[in-house]
């Protein structure tokens, strides 16, 4: 089945280490997205990539990092920078740059900072 | 100042009545209007998107308004059932430097009881 895959679905951290979360997809999306969810909060954009070896950053990317070698995986590494990665992080993937509409999102990943 | 107001923060109805979630925006310029329902612990799945010159778009049991007018959307979801039990999302697309940027509002958290 086609879809966006995240993984790990649960992952915990102690103060001071980089993690990555994976997000790869099968829809042969030229878009990819991370985005992080707190509680009450909307959505808020991380990282996103338009095309294979580019991205830019969106509007709280201090603290992250990616890289899109692949035009199917898009992967985000929480660094220890990050001041409070506490977090539910969603990777979501599009046809086109947002402007085609249709986002598809990930089941996204929890990462607790003990 | 870019906004997405949902309201209420979070209703609670029996299975079988029929429920109204409210979405208010600042964003501009418009491009286009798109709800989203989120299972807890997953990602969100599109329910609608509306451009500017629709004012009505069903999916199912599910029904999405626009007044651009008045800046405001609702979406209407008949004879509920336990399954709808879930977070929605409105999410307002801005054009901004030559694609999409999208504003996500809080969500309304619904819960139906049997």
């Known amino acids: 089945d086609g879809g966006i895959t995240q993984s790990p679905k649960y992952l915990f951290r102690k103060e001071g280490q980089n993690v990555t979360l994976s997000c790869e997809q099968n829809l042969n999306h030229d878009a990819m997205y991370w985005y992080r969810q707190d509680p009450g909060q909307g959505l808020r954009l991380i990282y996103y990539s338009q095309i294979v070896n580019d991205f830019q950053k969106g509007d709280i990317a201090e603290g992250y990092s990616v890289s899109r070698e692949k035009k199917e995986s898009f992967p985000l590494t929480v660094t220890s920078a990050q001041k409070n990665p506490t977090a539910f992080y969603l990777c979501?993937?599009?046809?086109?740059?947002?402007?085609?509409?249709?986002?598809?999102f990930g089941e996204g990943s929890r990462l607790t900072v003990l | 100042k870019n906004q997405v107001e949902q309201s209420p923060q979070s209703l609670i109805i029996l299975e079988g009545k029929n429920c109204t979630l409210q979405c208010n925006y600042t964003v501009s310029p418009f491009s286009n209007l798109r709800w989203y329902k989120q299972d807890t612990g997953r990602g969100p799945v599109s329910l609608t998107i509306?451009?500017?010159?629709?004012n009505t778009k069903s999916n199912g049991r599910y029904t999405a308004t626009l007044d651009a007018d008045t800046k405001q959307s609702s979406l209407h979801i008949t004879a509920s059932q336990l399954s709808d039990s879930a977070s929605y999302i409105c999410v307002v697309s801005r054009l901004s430097g030559g694609y999409n940027k999208l504003i996500f509002g809080a969500g309304t958290r619904l819960a139906v009881h049997p």
């Open positions: 979501a993937s599009s046809i086109q740059g947002e402007i085609s509409g249709e986002l598809f």
């Open positions: 509306m451009t500017f010159s629709e």
